[in-house]
């Protein structure tokens, strides 16, 4: 597709379980993050990858959040033993440059995730 | 405080109207700055990219970045019912990957 895809575009889970939030950038994009928006806010960052390489996760809010991009394409989000506080909209970006301010950011439509 | 304030709104005007957002921040290295757009329950749309000071105009949106006064603006002109979204602004300085978004500003333009 044209466009960043994310799937599921809405999770609910209980307490506990764990959740797995997929994202698919735009082909041939380098650069790829996610971000963090709860309801009335902006989004905040979380982490980014460079190709395969994650270069910065200190956004993750705690080590049950991980994410990996195993060949530089599809990332995976993960949260383990979801909390209520953990209810929030999971956006993907990717950018085609190496240093990502150097261009723009393209969002995906997000993973609404509700934690019961 | 934050380092990108953005009022939250609910900004109401009339179609037709001019709007004017804006943003400020606290970063003095702050050079890239973004403008998104995002309708309910979707993902930011990308508006306008700017790289330092100066106007950028595209269609009917423009964007100012103040550098002296750490303010950014988006004008909207000839605002349309479609236009109704939250506008949010992101900035990130040279060399960081991690742009800073505002809350992002509550838009209704009312036909």
């Known amino acids: 597709g044209a466009g960043v895809s994310q799937s599921p575009r809405y999770k609910v889970a209980k307490r506990g379980q764990d959740v797995a939030l997929r994202c698919d950038p735009i082909?041939?994009?380098?650069?790829l993050f996610w971000y963090q928006q709860a309801l009335g806010q902006g989004p905040e960052f979380l982490t980014y990858?460079?190709?395969?390489?994650?270069?910065?996760k200190s956004g993750l809010p705690s080590d049950r959040f991980f994410a990996e991009r195993p060949e530089g394409s599809v990332s995976t989000l993960k949260i383990q033993r979801t909390q209520q506080e953990d209810s929030a909209v999971y956006l993907c970006?990717?950018?085609?440059?190496?240093?990502?301010?150097?261009?723009?950011?393209?969002f995906g439509e997000g993973s609404r995730l509700t934690v019961l | 405080q934050k380092e990108v304030e953005q009022d939250p709104g609910p900004l109401s005007v009339p179609e037709g109207a001019i709007v004017s957002l804006n943003c400020t921040y606290s970063?003095?290295?702050?050079?890239?700055f973004m403008w998104y757009r995002q309708y309910s329950r979707k993902g930011p749309e990308l508006l306008m990219y700017?790289?330092?000071?100066g106007n950028k105009e595209d269609g009917r949106f423009t964007a100012q970045v103040d550098k002296s006064s750490k303010y950014i603006s988006l004008f909207i002109r000839d605002s349309q019912p479609s236009d109704s979204a939250t506008y949010l602004c992101?900035?990130?300085?040279?060399?960081?990957?991690?742009?800073?978004f505002g809350t992002g500003t509550r838009l209704k333009v009312l036909a």
């Open positions: 082909s041939g994009h380098v650069s």
């Open positions: 970063n003095s290295a702050f050079q890239y």
């Open positions: 990858f460079q190709n395969e390489a994650q270069l910065d």
């Open positions: 700017t790289y330092s000071s």
């Open positions: 992101a900035m990130s300085d040279r060399g960081t990957y991690k742009y800073i």
């Open positions: 970006a990717s950018s085609l440059m190496e240093v990502a301010n150097t261009g723009e950011l393209f």
